[in-house]
């Protein structure tokens, strides 16, 4: 589109504005499939076929966003007088914008088609136990993001730019006092737990056939509400969600010596689903019909966890998953309960961890994350510090570098996105006391009737897309700012209980 060569009024000005928004949208959510698609069924030998197509819509997208054109529409509305949601449009896209407008093309498409790459390269990395393969690769995915970051901000810290990309309106420092207060909080309680001497329930024996957890997952996602008209269920190396308002796709994995691990994960990935699928179908391409990247895990961590872990859904759900897994007709619901909830700080994953333990898995990976970024560590450092870590906050030492520091796919494509995992987590447990207020939860849970607690989420959350800002979404949905206490106060009361603490 040539550059036009007057200033068009607002109304012209937003109505091409909004176009370009959904023409983008429409090409971010084309790469999304095909990324899924690479993750779940596409042969190996697609990857470098792939990874240029992916690298070619991103350029395009990018493009797109910073022609001449943007911004002299966003000029036409600087001081125009435009509507709450108008006005939320063209914050978030002026955002989008100015974090580009200076970034070369040809860097964001290095970025996509390494990220593609390197999602084969990890995989055989891992499976290989082979952390030299995948080193490289780390250091340039770092060194171009760092690159992209003096593109952004040449003033500011490249990890502080980086982080803001995923989390614009949750300063890091905030994200840094979260983190203090959980350090402060969860080891002591964990050693609480340790000193107990009370041990929960473990019911897995044996091995589970991966066709039973399937058909365990899918009645799951029934039992739960997931809408199959717009959804579908699969596998990946690494659990994830993809998708918009009208299909979205969950995966899962299957560990076959627990089944509790691929139920906890698909209704993680269905908490996502719950989110995109609650967006505004009339504002799809649009800010208003976009999720929040930043609230986006406190979806699936509600699901996960303030539903899936609680005992009233194991006294409803129990029939489904003795149905479906052999063995276990004894089985009562306290004991699975018990199963969902059990801490074990000895465990090496952070997708098989337990509620409290999780945050360390998070943190360690986040100061690990940041010193590689702002060159405090080299490459080489990652594994060994990575050990030290994992003992120093879980007493625990990995034994190879697939159970450390190449278990996660994250790496693949960049840094400074992992503080998500514990944001998820505080919101979870603010939206959750907050919904409470309104809803008997239990009770809805014990009824099999999820319907109202969909509705509140859709209502208070994802009908709102990003129309604002972290933080006053947040406040607007719970009454409360942004805080690590309600966290704090639902895990003491949950485990002090579990544990007789």
């Known amino acids: 589109m040539a550059t036009t060569e007057s200033t068009p009024d607002a109304e012209t000005a937003y109505e091409q504005l909004l176009e370009r928004s959904r023409r983008l949208t429409n090409l971010q959510y084309a790469s999304m499939y095909l990324n899924w698609d690479q993750q779940v069924m596409m042969p190996e030998g697609g990857a470098p076929g792939r990874a240029q197509q992916l690298s070619a819509l991103s350029a395009t997208s990018h493009e797109l966003l910073v022609e001449d054109d943007v911004a002299t529409w966003l000029d036409a509305l600087e ?18 914008y100015e974090r580009e407008a200076n970034v070369p093309s040809e860097l964001t498409e290095k970025l996509t088609q390494t990220a593609a790459e390197n999602q084969q390269i990890w995989q055989e990395a891992k499976a290989g136990d082979d952390f030299e393969s995948f080193a490289p690769r780390l250091e340039r995915v770092r060194d171009l993001q760092r690159e992209k970051a003096g593109y952004v901000d040449p003033d500011k810290n ?13 300063p890091i420092e905030t994200m840094e006092d979260i983190f203090e207060t959980l ?3 969860l080891p002591p309680l964990v050693e609480e737990i340790r000193e107990s001497g009370r041990d929960l329930a473990d019911p897995w024996e044996g091995e589970y056939p991966d066709d039973d957890q399937r058909d365990l997952c899918e009645a799951a996602l029934s039992f739960l509400g997931y809408d199959w008209d717009r959804g579908r269920l699969d596998t990946a190396p690494h659990p ?22 691929a139920l906890t994960a698909t209704i993680h990935e269905m908490g996502h689903a719950t989110y995109q699928l609650g967006l505004r179908q009339d504002e799809y391409g649009t800010p208003l019909g976009a999720p929040r990247t930043s609230i986006h895990e406190s979806q699936s961590r509600f699901w996960e966890n303030h539903i899936g872990r609680t005992k009233p859904f194991w006294e409803v759900f129990l029939p489904t998953f003795t149905e479906h897994i052999d063995g276990h007709d004894d089985v009562t619901a306290q004991e699975m309960y018990e199963a969902a909830n059990r801490i074990y700080p000895n465990n090496l994953i952070r997708v098989e961890a337990d509620e409290l333990t999780y945050h360390m898995h998070i943190i360690l990976r986040c100061e690990i994350d940041r010193a590689f970024v702002e060159g405090e560590i080299e490459v080489d450092e990652i594994p060994g510090l990575w050990n030290d870590k994992m003992d120093e906050y879980l007493g625990v030492r990995p034994e190879t570098d697939s159970e450390g520091c190449l278990q996660d796919i994250h790496w693949t494509s960049g840094f400074a996105g992992f503080q998500g995992y514990t944001l998820g987590s505080v919101v979870a447990a603010q939206l959750d006391a907050a919904i409470r207020d309104d809803l008997d939860v239990d009770e809805l849970v014990r009824e099999e009737n999820f319907e109202p607690i969909h509705e509140w989420m859709t209502e208070n959350v994802h009908q709102q897309g990003q129309r604002y800002t972290t933080p006053e979404l947040i406040e607007r949905a719970t009454g409360q700012e942004l805080s690590a206490e309600p966290f704090v106060e639902y895990a003491r009361e949950k485990f002090t209980s579990l544990y007789d603490l």
């Open 183 to 185: 350090r402060e909080e």
């Open 158 to 170: 490249p990890y502080t730019v980086l982080y803001e990309g995923g989390h614009p309106y949750v």
């Open 240 to 261: 994830f969600m993809a998708g918009s308002q009208f299909d979205a796709r969950v995966t899962t994995r299957f560990k076959e010596t627990d089944p509790m691990d």
């Open 79 to 96: 001081d125009a007088d435009l509507s709450d949601e108008q006005a939320a449009n063209v914050r978030e896209i002026r955002r989008q």
